[in-house]
């Protein structure tokens, strides 16, 4: 807060905002001309305007629009200087309200001497909630993406009352611009403390930082409360270790069991292709007869994204895999051949408004699984077939840049993704032929 003279010889007061209201769209500083070039004047002045001034910016709290205290402050200062132009005393001027009115008209027009902000909209999270949400499925994302999306970021507005000490009762809404980056600490460290693993605590950061990204382009905010918020040092265990995948032991006695012999024909061979090809549960799931192909003269399984309602998780998810020997010697291409009048080579469906395709499955799985004795949470998954065939490649020491091929992952070598091309399907095969998990 301080007086300073323009180059036309006027003296202003001026007074520059906390950052904490600045975060949230507020002007940088308030300056009022105090229509004199008399300093013995101006100084005069100046102790009814800045005392004026900081009692309205002291009234500002989370129910304060920015239009609202811009409108005031122009209102109140005119009513000050109408004063000066009299000649009369600016503290006869000087109002005794301190709360800033809040009113449905437009924003006028401002003089150029008083305070000067681009105008913020109020938006309360919920609300802007429902646009990201909308936003979100204007674009090519998947509902399961979205849908995720949306509750890990309705986890953070739901606990916010709690965070900011505020009770869940309250009519007032918070809106985006109430966020400041301590609420988000207080968010990050009450995630740590209910139990999540520290893969699902990211994800429900980085769900939240998507949020305020885009509440940030949308100009709902000044900038992203999440932006150096991290969720803290990584847990202290080897990355490979972090994938659980199917020891020999559970292996056989998942396939030798009778319980799996007794199955449907669909669930032993999406069981299997994920096992020997890499495939995820859904891309296995989805399949058409059509996608069994002959290419190069290797039979071929190709992933991709060309039926009704079939989805992959990426781009580089589109691929083919060679199909392995055990696979045809167990009759997987004569089955192939039993379903070519069907759209979908397995009956399963996607099921829900994701669309998921491998629900039923997991669930077929966890089912049998419990039959044959495996605990509950002490058990592989279904992705676990996939991670074993990711580790038995690895075990076989087949480069890195092939096992991502197979499996659809971003190439891990940037000379080999700029420049390099896929590899045919008669040199994957003799890598899928050096599996053998001998049950």
Same mark, same amino acid.
């Given at each position: 807060?301080?007086?300073?003279?323009?180059?036309?010889?006027?003296?202003?007061?001026?007074?520059?905002?906390?950052?904490?209201?600045?975060?949230?769209?507020?002007?940088?500083?308030?300056?009022?001309?105090?229509?004199?070039?008399?300093?013995?004047?101006?100084?005069?002045?100046?102790?009814?305007?800045?005392?004026?001034?900081?009692?309205?910016?002291?009234?500002?709290?989370?129910?304060?629009?920015?239009?609202?205290?811009?409108?005031?402050?122009?209102?109140?200062?005119?009513?000050?200087?109408?004063?000066?132009?009299?000649?009369?005393?600016?503290?006869?001027?000087?109002?005794?309200?301190?709360?800033?009115?809040?009113?449905?008209?437009?924003?006028?027009?401002?003089?150029?001497?008083?305070?000067?902000?681009?105008?913020?909209?109020?938006?309360?999270?919920?609300?802007?909630?429902?646009?990201?949400?909308?936003?979100?499925?204007?674009?090519?994302?998947?509902?399961?993406?979205?849908?995720?999306?949306?509750?890990?970021?309705?986890?953070?507005?739901?606990?916010?009352?709690?965070?900011?000490?505020?009770?869940?009762?309250?009519? @007032?809404? #918070? /809106?985006? +611009? %109430?966020?400041?980056?301590?609420?988000?600490? $207080?968010?990050?460290? =009450?995630?740590?403390?209910?139990?999540?693993?520290?893969?699902?605590?990211?994800?429900?950061?980085?769900?939240?930082?998507?949020?305020?990204?885009?509440?940030?382009?949308?100009?709902?905010?000044?900038?992203?409360?999440?932006?150096?918020?991290?969720?803290?040092?990584?847990?202290?265990?080897?990355?490979?270790?972090?994938?659980?995948?199917?020891?020999?032991?559970?292996?056989?006695?998942?396939?030798?069991?009778?319980?799996?012999?007794?199955?449907?024909?669909?669930?032993?061979?999406?069981?299997?292709?994920?096992?020997?090809?890499?495939?995820?549960?859904?891309?296995?799931?989805?399949?058409?007869?059509?996608?069994?192909?002959?290419?190069?003269?290797? @039979?071929? #399984? /190709?992933? +991709? %994204?060309?039926?009704?309602?079939?989805?992959? $998780?990426?781009?580089? =998810?589109?691929?083919?895999?060679?199909?392995?020997?055990?696979?045809?010697?167990?009759?997987?291409?004569?089955?192939?051949?039993?379903?070519?009048?069907?759209?979908?080579?397995?009956?399963?469906?996607?099921?829900?408004?994701?669309?998921?395709?491998?629900?039923?499955?997991?669930?077929?799985?966890?089912?049998?699984?419990?039959?044959?004795?495996?605990?509950?949470?002490?058990?592989?998954?279904?992705?676990?077939?996939?991670?074993?065939?990711?580790?038995?490649?690895?075990?076989?020491?087949?480069?890195?840049?092939?096992?991502?091929?197979?499996?659809?992952?971003?190439?891990?070598?940037?000379?080999?993704?700029?420049?390099?091309?896929?590899?045919?399907?008669?040199?994957?095969?003799?890598?899928?032929?050096?599996?053998?998990?001998?049950?």
């Amino acid at each position: 807060m301080y007086l300073y003279r323009a180059p036309n010889n006027v003296y202003f007061t001026r007074i520059c905002l906390a950052k904490s209201l600045r975060d949230k769209g507020f002007p940088f500083d308030v300056k009022v001309s105090l229509l004199t070039s008399d300093r013995a004047e101006a100084v005069i002045r100046n102790i009814d305007v800045a005392g004026t001034l900081k009692r309205i910016i002291n009234s500002i709290d989370h129910t304060t629009r920015i239009n609202d205290f811009i409108r005031y402050v122009d209102e109140v200062i005119n009513e000050i200087r109408t004063e000066f132009d009299k000649g009369n005393p600016a503290s006869s001027a000087s109002p005794k309200r301190i709360n800033i009115p809040i009113r449905e008209t437009k924003l006028y027009e401002h003089r150029e001497t008083t305070a000067v902000a681009q105008a913020m909209p109020v938006i309360p999270l919920d609300d802007a909630l429902s646009e990201f949400v909308d936003s979100k499925q204007k674009t090519d994302m998947r509902p399961l993406s979205i849908k995720q999306l949306k509750q890990r970021t309705l986890h953070f507005i739901n606990m916010m009352p709690e965070i900011a000490n505020r009770s869940s009762k309250s009519t @007032q809404r #918070i /809106c985006v +611009n %109430d966020i400041c980056t301590g609420d988000a600490m $207080k968010y990050r460290d =009450a995630l740590l403390t209910q139990g999540r693993s520290y893969k699902s605590n990211k994800e429900y950061m980085a769900a939240v930082f998507q949020f305020f990204k885009w509440c940030q382009l949308m100009n709902y905010c000044s900038q992203n409360p999440f932006e150096n918020v991290s969720i803290g040092q990584k847990p202290k265990v080897k990355v490979n270790q972090a994938r659980e995948r199917w020891s020999h032991t559970e292996l056989r006695k998942l396939f030798t069991s009778p319980h799996f012999n007794e199955a449907k024909a669909d669930f032993k061979w999406v069981s299997q292709l994920m096992l020997y090809a890499g495939l995820r549960p859904s891309e296995a799931c989805q399949l058409k007869p059509t996608d069994i192909q002959v290419i190069e003269g290797v @039979q071929c #399984i /190709c992933i +991709n %994204d060309s039926g009704k309602k079939q989805r992959l $998780k990426n781009l580089n =998810a589109k691929r083919i895999v060679p199909i392995h020997s055990a696979l045809i010697a167990q009759g997987f291409l004569t089955f192939v051949e039993e379903r070519k009048q069907h759209v979908q080579l397995f009956t399963y469906q996607p099921v829900g408004s994701n669309d998921d395709w491998s629900k039923t499955y997991c669930r077929q799985l966890a089912q049998l699984q419990t039959q044959i004795g495996m605990k509950a949470n002490q058990r592989p998954t279904s992705y676990g077939f996939r991670h074993t065939f990711v580790d038995v490649m690895k075990q076989l020491d087949v480069s890195e840049h092939i096992v991502a091929q197979m499996v659809g992952h971003s190439n891990p070598n940037i000379t080999y993704s700029r420049y390099g091309k896929d590899i045919n399907a008669k040199a994957l095969v003799k890598y899928i032929a050096k599996i053998n998990y001998e049950f």
